[in-house]
């Protein structure tokens, strides 16, 4: 009888227990609350951490995110002013400031996101058409460091022209434009920046062309100067080896002259010493010539007459 008492409190204590937690849930620190009845905010938002109670079954929970929330873009093509076409890529940072005006207008982040694609995209296609192009790419009027020989004959303010407004600039209008939009959704845009501004790809091949045709001609420009100098210092080094030559040749012609000097007075003093030394002479240099005149295999036929067979009929008779 007993056992039969206690199932009725059994089963109303688990009753109790179910409707408990049923109803109870937690609210983490990087949480915010809304309380809906049959689909429909009851009530404020629920910020703080904690545990907190709802009706249960009739009433549910529907959490959202407090931290700061990513936004990225996809890359579009749009127009500047001057009517260069580019690719744009943004992101933004943003959070849900207001979460029952948030629920009610886009329900959850998925819807948020989508209508930020159409708010963030369509304020940065404004801007970008209201700008001409160095005024989205540069930010400040400073002077960048470039290559003279690609300077060359280009002027500078056409080049690099003066900007009035700058991407900071540029980049705070989107951002202020899209904030008043967004904060209808309950939704606060903390920050936005352009990710990458890039030409379209027919832009970019005719840029790249131009930029391989300007350094081929710097190419061509080194190399025509480099053939010059060339040219000069071979030049240079022809011009001072004839010089060393001819130099050269007239110092050995110069020796060779005053050798030559010397040896005919030399000859001519001991010529003219006594006929001995005369005769002697005629007998050493008549010696010379028949030792590069003949060889063992010639045969001289000699006149009674001729010096040649005096000294041999001398030599014979030795």
């Not at 109803?23 to 429909?40: D, H, L, R, Y």
């Not at 938002?45 to 407090?66: E, L, M, S, Y």
């Not at 001609?217 to 030559?245: F, M, N, T, W």
């Amino acid at each position: 009888m007993q056992s039969k008492k206690m199932i009725p409190i059994a089963v109303l204590v688990l009753i109790v227990l179910i409707v408990i937690f049923s109803s109870a849930f937690v609210v983490n620190e990087t949480e915010q609350v809304i309380i809906t009845q049959f689909g429909k905010p009851v009530g404020e938002a629920i910020t703080d951490p904690g545990i907190h109670f709802k009706v249960p079954i009739i009433q549910d929970a529907n959490r959202f995110d407090k931290r700061f929330l990513e936004w990225d873009g996809d890359a579009n093509q749009v127009p500047t002013k001057d009517k260069r076409f580019v690719w744009v890529d943004c992101y933004a940072r943003w959070r849900i400031s207001d979460p029952l005006l948030f629920f009610q207008r886009v329900r959850d982040e998925r819807g948020a996101q989508a209508r930020l694609d159409d708010i963030l995209d369509g304020e940065t296609r404004n801007a970008v058409a209201k700008h001409d192009l160095v005024e989205i790419v540069r930010s400040t009027n400073r002077k960048p460091v470039v290559d003279m020989d690609i300077m060359e004959g280009a002027d500078d303010s056409e080049v690099f022209p003066e900007i009035e407004i700058g991407r900071d600039k540029i980049t705070r209008e989107i951002l202020a434009a899209a904030s008043t939009r967004a904060k209808e959704l309950g939704v606060e845009v903390l920050d936005m920046r352009f990710k990458r501004i890039n030409y379209v790809e027919e832009v970019q091949r005719k840029i790249y062309e131009r930029m391989i045709t300007e350094r081929k001609r710097i190419a061509d420009k080194y190399r025509s100067e480099g053939q010059g100098e060339a040219s000069k210092i071979i030049g240079d080094k022809e011009r001072d080896l004839k010089q060393i030559q001819s130099e050269a040749y007239r110092e050995a012609q110069t020796i060779i002259g005053k050798a030559d000097a010397e040896a005919t007075a030399i000859y001519a003093r001991a010529y003219d010493q006594n006929a001995d030394s005369r005769e002697f002479y005629r007998f050493l240099k008549t010696l010379e010539t028949y030792k590069t005149s003949f060889s063992e295999k010639d045969w001289l036929i000699l006149s009674t007459e001729s010096d040649y067979y005096k000294f041999l009929e001398k030599q014979s008779g030795r």
